[in-house]
């Protein structure tokens, strides 16, 4: 009882810490960003002092806002801070990991999308409108290559559990896995789209045409838009934890030693590091690309998680 | 072995040597004498095996039976033959302008290069050398297919490369499955397990499952170079748009040889599957080319293209008499595959004479042969008839033993085939009939025609009908033991 | 026997395997003709990458040369001739437009499980450690026959046609390391042969129909004009 109580304890403390590490990794990423397209660059703290002036803005709202543009943000937030208390980020052993499997992961990134789409239309400006649906257009294509790429792995490691999956990776021990290689990739690529980062879109711009996920946030400000800009961030960081995680799980605490603890947080923080330097290189190599061709990006994220299946199938399994 | 020899490196030194002569005529000379020699050889090598047996070289590289040798020996024949037509036809088409000496110094080193593919398959115990031989043929005849440069012998050309390619590298899937099963049962460090030797001798050891995958593959694959349907698409094309020495190779040889392929690949698989899985698909392949084949003589404006949908319709029939298997049926197949290479290449001689003699291959515009240069309209007619199936020509023979064979094992399919011969006939003489009786157009004057081939070559085809020579039947006989494992009749 | 079972050069065969099969989906949705080349080149040379880790792992060392061969014919001649064409051709930089890109690509998904299923009683008899790759080389050839039918320009039908030879050469590296010298040897001159013979149809049907779109070539039928 005593130790079910301190891994529901540290299961609340990582939560903690994911959500308040998830502005350092973005204000790391910005940083990274700036030096690389020689600019000069903020600081490290940007993105909490951003958050902290939001918080302390009064609330304006539009004249047509129903109770929905206003619950939005805490429904937006809520889910993904359910998404993110699921996902081990320092220690394999999580509680909460045994009650949602990464089906309902991926099912708490659906419910804060819904949710920010109706907000963009519930206004009924030109823009809401049009962010929501595409938002929703590229949602429906990078959500199935998510699942498919999520599939390869529970597949090989016989759960949906993340938490279990890990540790049978960590297990096994080094072993190159085809699958894995078209589920990372893919992966990746989903996760460029979900979080709105180049090439499908602009996180720094409010270029009226172009942008998706900025269009239905337009109408928020003040702690309304602190929530939804955090959970955006959050969001980066579960995708970035995810992925290292799971195709790189050395590191991480097998158990709730503090040693192990310890050198699980410097795990992770070395390799979100590496992921943000190279997302920071990705993003200054690519331009944005036109709308229209965000279903081939991601008809290609989804071939490529069912290539990681096939293969699985095909060359993993012993015939 | 050493006739052997000699058969293979003739060609291939006649590539090397026609390669260097500029001249066009002089290289012409030499390319039937070459032709000759390995004619010469072919018919020692044939009697050596005739009088000693199959004969296996020492490096067991090759292989030559009764089944392989008279097909070296035909081979070797209309090699022969159609460069004797080849050297004044191609003489008038440079007079013409339509060929450069350039081209024609490839033309001649090509000719060689393909006779020498085509012996090398025969001959070859190898089944990848098979392969790679095969391929060979279609490398070195895709150049001359699109000798004219026109438009259309490019297109034709480009068809004939890529289609063949395609289907072709499916065979090569079907060799190493063949590899693979005889691997598997034969151990792996022997390094002679794709000897088609080795292979016929453990045939019955082979694994069924994989066997069936590789002779579909290998179905698909020389298939393709046989001209079935639905992959006889290049075809036509290559045949009527090549020059017509190489429309006569193609249809009298190329075809022949991707059927001997076949039927050596469908000995391993019926000793190794003790089902009839391999024969009944090669009698629908057959069936069906022979239908479709049949049906398109009726729509035909290109006299070349219409006498290459006859080849596909016999092709079709030969495929599908060596499905149903038995002593008759092959028999009855290897006599078909000697009658018409023999009247099908005459028939593409005398054509080619047509065309020259008419300026073009439309049908519409080919008149009144028999007014204006009678030797050439009978030579039309009389092949026609032959390969129509008229008594007493070899065709007719062979065609009524196809029929006497299927009356006995699948009665209700002699119905398709007499209808498709009577429809054949049909349309062939639909518009063989005006083109030799008709009245000419004004104008048209005589070429300088060399009937000799096309006499030679019918009167052999008529002397097939009227009486198999012993030596011949006895030839026949020994190749339907080896392949269908009884003896005819 | 396991994945984890087999040796880390072994899985490396599957991951170089995977990879090739990888680059003949690139092939099938790249429209450039410069990237496609490069497509086919990276393709040629992870195969002979494949070739060597299986001339490693099981000791056939005639399987290095296979691999040299492949590494020197498919990665390094015949893409530098396709590209040399090209720019003289002056295509390097053409789009082609694909008609239904995704519909593609998921028939050659669909085609992946179709050879799974063709190549599962043969890989179930073999006992090498590559027989889990007939499958994926069976679908490279069949990838490639997919590239030749959507594609209408000359130059993506060649590397089409190369690629399956590509996927030829895998299959028999797979199923049985490799065939008899004598007839890779043979294989392999068809094939540059071949190259050589489709530089010149280039030329050829440029200077026929001015372009190098095979569709153009429709002159051959069974109607009269």
Not at chain 2, 336 to 341: A, E, L, R
Not at chain 2, 350 to 378: D, F, K, N, S, Y
Request: aromatic share 10%; proline share 4%; glycine share 6%.
């Amino acid at each position: 009882m005593a130790d079910n109580l301190t891994e529901w304890l540290f299961a609340a403390l990582q939560t903690l810490l994911f959500i308040g590490g998830a502005p350092l990794l973005s204000g790391w990423i910005k940083r990274l960003k700036c030096h690389l397209q020689n600019r000069a660059a903020p600081s490290l703290l940007q993105p909490y002092r951003d958050l902290a002036k939001l918080f302390g803005k009064d609330v304006v709202l539009a004249q047509d806002a129903s109770w929905i543009f206003r619950a939005a943000p805490y429904v937006v937030f809520g889910a993904i801070m359910l998404a993110a208390s699921v996902v081990p980020l320092v220690a394999i052993p999580l509680p909460t990991a045994a009650i949602a499997d990464v089906i309902v992961l991926v099912g708490f990134f659906a419910l804060a999308r819904f949710f920010q789409a109706l907000a963009g239309m519930d206004i009924g400006t030109a823009f809401g409108g049009m962010g929501a649906s595409r938002e929703m257009t590229v949602a429906s294509l990078a959500e199935p290559a998510m699942l498919m790429a999520v599939f390869t792995l529970t597949m090989t490691a016989s759960t949906t559990n993340i938490s279990v999956a890990i540790r049978h990776i960590l297990d096994a021990g080094l072993v190159l896995r085809p699958s894995f290689l078209f589920a990372l990739l893919s992966l990746a690529m989903v996760a460029v789209a979900e979080t709105g980062r180049i090439p499908i879109d602009n996180p720094a711009t409010h270029l009226e045409l172009t942008m998706l996920h900025e269009a239905t946030v337009l109408e928020y400000g003040a702690r309304h838009l602190a929530l939804i800009d955090w959970a955006g961030m959050i969001k980066l960081m579960i995708y970035a934890v995810l992925i290292s995680n799971i195709f790189l799980p050395w590191g991480i605490a097998r158990h709730l030693t503090f040693p192990a603890i310890a050198l699980g947080i410097v795990a992770i923080i070395a390799k979100l590091a590496l992921l943000a330097v190279l997302l920071a290189l990705w993003e200054t190599v690519l331009a944005k690309m036109r709308l229209f061709r965000v279903p081939q990006f991601l008809g290609f994220a989804f071939l490529l998680s069912l290539l990681g299946i096939l293969t699985h199938v095909i060359l993993e399994t012993a015939v | 072995m050493i006739p052997l020899y000699l058969v293979l490196w003739l060609p291939l030194a006649g590539v090397l040597l026609l390669a260097l002569i500029p001249n066009h005529r002089l290289a012409g000379h030499i390319n039937v004498a070459i032709a000759a020699a390995t004619f010469a050889f072919s018919v020692w090598l044939a009697w050596d095996v005739l009088r000693t047996g199959p004969e296996l070289s020492p490096d067991r590289l090759f292989y030559i039976d009764a089944f392989n040798v008279y097909l070296v020996a035909l081979t070797a024949f209309v090699g022969l033959t159609t460069a004797i037509f080849s050297r004044p036809y191609m003489q008038h088409e440079v007079e013409r302008g339509r060929v450069g000496p350039q081209r024609m110094r490839l033309y001649h080193a090509m000719y060689q290069g393909f006779l020498f593919a085509m012996l090398l398959a025969l001959t070859t115990n190898n089944m990848g050398v098979l392969w790679v031989a095969m391929e060979a043929a279609t490398l070195t005849t895709v150049l001359l297919v699109s000798l004219y440069r026109t438009p259309e012998s490019v297109e034709a050309a480009w068809k004939y490369f890529i289609l063949c390619g395609v289907g072709i590298a499916q065979a090569l899937f079907g060799t190493v499955l063949l590899y693979f099963a005889a691997e598997r049962r034969l151990g792996s460090d022997r390094g002679d397990t794709l000897l088609w030797s080795v292979l016929h001798n453990h045939a019955a050891q082979l694994d069924p499952a994989v066997l069936s995958i590789a002779f579909v593959f290998l179905l698909v694959g020389y298939g393709t170079k046989v001209g079935l349907v639905p992959l006889h698409n290049w075809l036509p094309d290559a045949h009527s748009e090549g020059p017509t020495p190489m429309s006569a190779v193609l249809s009298g040889l190329l075809l022949n040889v991707a059927l001997y392929a076949l039927v050596r690949v469908k000995m391993l698989v019926d000793g190794s599957l003790h089902t009839a899985l391999a024969g009944h698909l090669m009698m629908g392949f057959g069936l069906l080319s022979f239908l479709v084949a049949v049906l398109f003589l009726h729509r035909q404006h290109d006299v070349k293209r219409m006498f290459s949908y006859s080849s596909i319709e016999h092709m079709g029939l030969m495929t599908f008499a060596f499905g149903i298997g038995g002593a008759l049926a092959t028999f009855a197949a290897l006599l078909h595959m000697t009658v018409h290479s023999l009247t099908k290449s005459s028939i593409f001689v005398t054509v080619g004479h047509a065309a020259q003699l008419a300026g073009t291959q439309r049908i519409e515009h080919i008149r009144g042969l028999i007014h204006t240069q009678p030797a050439v309209g009978w030579g039309l007619l009389a092949g026609t008839l032959a390969i129509a199936g008229f008594p007493p020509f070899g065709v007719f023979m062979s065609e009524f033993l196809v029929l006497n064979a299927t009356m006995k094992s699948w009665p209700w399919l002699t119905l398709p085939l007499l209808l498709g011969l009577a429809i054949a006939f049909a349309g062939l003489f639909r518009y063989v009939q005006p083109m030799v009786y008709g009245s000419p157009p004004p104008g048209q004057v005589r070429v300088r025609a060399n009937m000799l081939p096309v006499a030679v070559h019918l009167a052999l085809v008529l002397w097939l009908g009227l009486s198999i020579p012993l030596f011949l039947s006895h030839w026949f006989e020994q190749a339907t033991r080896l392949i269908s494992g009884s003896l005819p009749l | 026997m396991h994945l984890t079972d087999l040796s880390l050069y072994s899985q490396g065969i599957l991951v170089s395997a995977a990879l090739v099969l990888f680059t003949s989906f690139v092939m099938l949705a790249q429209a450039r003709i410069q990237p496609l080349i490069y497509a086919f080149a990276w393709q040629g040379a992870l195969l002979s990458v494949t070739t060597a880790l299986v001339a490693l792992v099981s000791g056939h060392s005639h399987l290095y040369i296979s691999a040299l061969l492949t590494f020197g014919l498919k990665a390094l001649l015949i893409p530098w001739m396709l590209y040399r064409l090209a720019r003289r051709l002056n295509i390097q930089y053409d789009v082609e437009t694909v008609s239904h890109p995704s519909l593609t690509l998921l028939a050659g998904a669909v085609l992946v499980v179709f050879c799974y299923y063709v190549a599962l009683p043969v890989a179930l008899l073999s006992a090498l450690v590559t027989r889990n790759t007939i499958a994926v080389s069976m679908a490279t050839v069949l990838l490639g026959m997919l590239l030749m039918i959507t594609r209408r320009t000359a130059v993506a039908q060649v590397i089409g046609f190369m690629s399956i030879e590509n996927g030829l050469f895998f299959a028999a590296v797979a199923s049985t390391y490799g065939m008899p010298m004598i007839v890779e040897l043979g294989v392999a001159f068809d094939v540059l042969v071949a190259a050589v013979l489709f530089g010149v149809f280039f030329f050829q049907i440029r200077s026929s129909i001015d372009s190098l779109d095979v569709d153009r070539l429709n002159r051959l039928s069974e109607k009269g004009e």
